[in-house]
């Protein structure tokens, strides 16, 4: 057993990712070919729905302790509510378009850790 820490914690994979645009209009903007949020769950409800069955998966596959089970899908809501909260990208802010290799630096307001579920 360590002496320090925090053992009884699930630690964050290093890392970032850029969301999903919350909505159509969004996307558009932001010209993401990627469908928004809204485009692919039907509420948050729905997002973790299929979570908990991605999660449920890593647990059967033992990819993921069972007793990290619900601490992952507590990070899942958290990170829906984030992005939900987070301010719709301004019409005179000055973007870069979406590119087959990724948003710029100046699309990375939204970034955050975790993986994003399809």
Same mark, same amino acid.
């Given at each position: 057993?360590? +002496?320090?820490?925090?053992?009884? =914690?699930?630690?964050?994979? !290093? $890392? +970032?990712?850029?969301?999903? %645009?919350?909505?159509?209009? &969004?996307?558009?903007?932001?010209?993401?070919?990627?469908? /928004?949020?809204? &485009?692919? @769950?039907?509420?948050?409800?729905? @997002? #973790?729905?299929?979570?908990?069955?991605?999660?449920? +998966?890593?647990?059967?596959?033992?990819?993921? #302790?069972?007793?990290?089970?619900?601490?992952?899908?507590?990070?899942? $809501?958290? #990170?829906?509510?984030? !992005?939900?909260?987070? %301010?719709?990208?301004? %019409? +005179?802010? =000055?973007?870069?378009?979406?590119?087959?290799?990724?948003? /710029?630096?100046? =699309?990375? $307001?939204?970034?955050?850790?975790?993986?994003? #579920?399809?």
């Amino acid at each position: 057993m360590p +002496s320090a820490g925090a053992r009884e =914690q699930r630690v964050s994979f !290093v $890392g +970032s990712f850029f969301p999903f %645009a919350r909505t159509r209009a &969004e996307r558009e903007h932001l010209h993401d070919p990627r469908l /928004s949020i809204e &485009e692919r @769950y039907a509420d948050r409800a729905d @997002y #973790l729905r299929r979570a908990a069955t991605v999660v449920d +998966s890593l647990v059967a596959r033992r990819l993921l #302790l069972e007793r990290d089970r619900n601490t992952s899908l507590e990070r899942c $809501g958290f #990170l829906w509510d984030a !992005v939900m909260a987070a %301010a719709p990208p301004h %019409a +005179s802010a =000055q973007r870069e378009p979406y590119s087959h290799r990724g948003l /710029s630096a100046s =699309q990375s $307001g939204w970034a955050a850790t975790a993986k994003t #579920l399809h």
